[in-house]
């Protein structure tokens, strides 16, 4: 399965690169912030938007023993996993809300469900498609749910080895999942990027027979950018609207002038892909004028022979062709011949 289609959207190889921005818990609680989240992703050109579905009591217990401590990452440290997921936690009475209103802007909108319950959830408000975050990637059953949902399903295979990543695909389609997108992911916040390892994208698509793609911690868009020549057809990247604003995201997380630069950057990347092709196109043609070909260099009266004194290879292109010049040498000229004329057979006896 080298394609999935997304209500109108077909992702893969060969089509535009799907551009996810995801909001997480870059609102900061706060709902107005989330919808000009969505904004900013629409003016930038994205394709969708992402939030995250859970609840913290379900996701993890609110218990402040050493084994809920976050002790790892700058941006979490001094956290119970509890207290951080209450800070990224995006309120489910906002998310329909927030869905018809990406949706209006043109933009798909879909999520990350956290437990089984939450799947449930985005299941009574249609979406259309699934993102499975690369710590859910060993559960089995949040794999089977999404499978059952019968839509496509997007997993981050972040901290996952190739066993993990077979299982999580086997589990997905033995449920009855359609189509499954794999994106490499470096489980580091923020990512530096000699962690990257972008060739791991391409031989995702080969090892798994699956579309592959890049969910992105690092800073900046270098990352981004570079995995689409590499053959991404999936670019997810946390976006905030100034990472200013604070929140356990928002060191990794571009701003809207940067979210902009990184999709014009991957769409002329695009372009400059292309296909595979030898063809000389209609621009190119016009300059074939400057190739090497055969000139007078001096002038030959008739009857004069050829000699590399007297004829040679260079630009521009008007003459008979570099490679004629050993069958040429010896012989005779049947008409005078100026200085700077191209050759032509019917110069030669």
Not at 38 to 59: M, N, R, S, W
Not at 334 to 348: A, E, Q, S, V, Y
Request: with cysteine.
């Amino acid at each position: 399965m080298k394609e999935f289609k997304v209500g109108k959207r077909k992702i893969g190889p060969g089509h535009p690169v799907f551009i996810v921005a995801e909001i997480s818990g870059n609102h900061n609680q706060n709902y107005k912030k989330a919808l000009e989240i969505i904004d900013a992703a629409a003016e930038a050109g994205a394709d969708a938007v992402k939030l995250q579905t859970f609840k913290p009591k379900e996701h993890t217990l609110d218990c402040d023993n050493k084994y809920f401590q976050v002790k790892v990452n700058r941006a979490w440290k001094g956290e119970t996993l509890y207290s951080l997921y209450k800070k990224v936690y995006t309120p489910w009475e906002w998310q329909a809300k927030l869905k018809k209103y990406a949706e209006s802007k043109g933009l798909i909108c879909f999520s990350s469900p956290g437990h089984e319950s939450a799947v449930d959830f985005l299941e009574g408000i249609n979406v259309l498609l699934y993102k499975l975050a690369a710590f859910e990637i060993v559960d089995s059953g949040i794999l089977t749910r999404l499978g059952q949902t019968k839509k496509p399903v997007i997993l981050s295979r972040g901290l996952a080895s190739i066993s993990d990543i077979k299982f999580a695909i086997k589990t997905l389609k033995k449920a009855g999942c359609p189509a499954v997108a794999v994106l490499h992911c470096v489980s580091s916040y923020p990512a530096k990027l000699e962690q990257m390892n972008l060739h791991t994208i391409p031989d995702i698509a080969r090892r798994f027979g699956v579309v592959s793609g890049l969910s992105d911690h690092s800073l900046g868009i270098t990352a981004a950018v570079a995995s689409v020549s590499l053959g991404a057809s999936i670019i997810e990247k946390h976006v905030t609207l100034k990472r200013s604003d604070g929140g356990p995201d928002a060191e990794f997380s571009l701003e809207p002038g940067e979210l902009k630069e990184m999709v014009r950057l991957i769409r002329d990347t695009e372009k400059a892909l292309g296909e595979v092709s030898y063809e000389v196109d209609k621009i190119e043609a016009k300059n074939i004028i400057f190739r090497r070909s055969l000139f007078a260099v001096k002038n030959i009266k008739k009857g004069e022979v050829f000699t590399k004194e007297n004829i040679r290879s260079i630009r521009p292109g008007f003459g008979l062709a570099p490679k004629e010049l050993p069958k040429i040498l010896g012989k005779k000229a049947i008409i005078n011949i100026k200085r700077g004329t191209p050759l032509d057979w019917k110069m030669i006896k």
